[in-house]
């Protein structure tokens, strides 16, 4: 049933991340309502927003993405939940000896798919099994390290252009039992050819430009020797990650999370020996471009 909700957004202080919603029932939402419109506008100003005490079923978490974009349905199947292709299970916690998802996915600086042509805008998770130790998520605004990068290096990356690839971050499958690394590098360059995409984007709703460049996907910078660009991509990735850009973010039960990858760089963190872990994720593309230009 739809009904009439009460949205209430409590926005990030400047210079921080991640907006509070409460207020909505995501089960009971209408693709074109004020609150879909408005929980759109609150992921593109606050980068990413939490939406508190949500209880739901795999398949309205699918339905409630669609009225939001285009779910994705991740490009490698051993991490689809067995019923919905289109969630991404992280799991280190088995049934009977049957092997669900994908464990320790993205302890490494990252946005989702930057390794596509079309990037993923956003991405939402929920967790399913809370670990009794950490329980967050760390993230990079890159508008802001954009904003703070020295002068040398926002010139040297004012026109350049990154070349990304997901492939030293494969997760080897039973498939690949008895195939030489060789035949695994073969095999990823032909499902993920490298890509490129401008070092600096411009946000296709906001305006505002950012870094999109990550120690996780980023290659290399293109027409420059292996040389150069080792000098420069330690350094540029070094001032990325100084303590001063990165926000903990930590999440309950009942948390639905997006971000706008666009914006963000994201990170998981490590898990304590014997802790358990489960989350679902959904990767959905707002149906804007990922940058002015694409
Ligand atoms: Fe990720």
Known sequence: METTQKINIKEAKPNEIGGIITGIDIRDLSPESEEIIEIRRAIYRN????????????????????????????????????????????????????????????????????????????????????????????????HQVYNNLPDHLKEFVKDATLIHGGNNRYKVTPEDIDKSIQQLIDKMNEMVPFVKHPAVIEHPVTGDKILYASRGFTMK??????????????????????????????????????????????????????????????????????????
């Open 47 to 142: 980068k990413l927003v939490v939406i508190r005490n949500q209880d739901f079923t795999p398949s309205q978490y699918v339905d409630f993405t669609k009225k939001l974009g285009t779910p994705q349905v991740y490009f490698q199947k051993n991490y689809h939940h067995p019923d919905f292709p289109e969630i991404f299970v992280s799991s280190n916690v088995n049934k009977e000896g049957e092997k669900v998802g994908v464990a320790g996915t993205g302890h490494y600086w990252h946005t989702d798919c930057q390794f596509e042509q079309n990037p993923l805008s956003f991405t939402s998770i929920t967790p399913i099994i809370i670990p009794k130790t950490i329980r967050e998520t760390r993230y990079i605004n890159m």
């Open 221 to 294: 910078f293109d027409g420059i020797s292996y040389e150069e660009n080792q000098k420069i991509l330690n350094e540029l990735f070094d001032f990325i990650e100084k303590k001063e850009h990165i926000h903990a973010h930590s999440w309950e039960k009942g948390d639905l999370i997006i971000w706008d990858n666009r914006y963000l760089l994201h990170m998981s963190s490590p898990l304590a020996a014997g802790d358990k872990s489960k989350s679902y994720r959904i990767g959905i593309y707002d149906d804007q471009p990922f940058y002015v230009g694409l």
